[in-house]
């Protein structure tokens, strides 16, 4: 434990080198998904809408508009890093 305490891990592991999605792009994600949960239709204020990777950094994919997606918090933290995940 100490040892990946003081590693820096998991922040400086190689496919974690993205910290944010520039305003631009999420942007462009909420106007095409309509502000509104890629899966089960839900939109705020009545749900946490996070933007989330189709198929995430971990697996080798690029912040691009089709690999982006709008997810309501639970979706999106049932799915985890499963892009073949459905609710």
Known sequence: Y?????SGWPSS???RKRTYIPAGLRNEVFGRDQGKCQYCGRSAPDVMI???DKVPL????AT???NLQLLCEQ?????????DWKP
């Open 2 to 6: 100490e040892e990946l305490a003081t």
């Open 13 to 15: 592991a190689p496919w």
């Open 50 to 52: 996070h933007v989330d």
């Open 58 to 61: 971990s697996k080798g994919r």
């Open 64 to 66: 691009t508009l089709d």
């Open 75 to 83: 979706d999106n933290l049932g799915k985890s890093d499963r892009p």
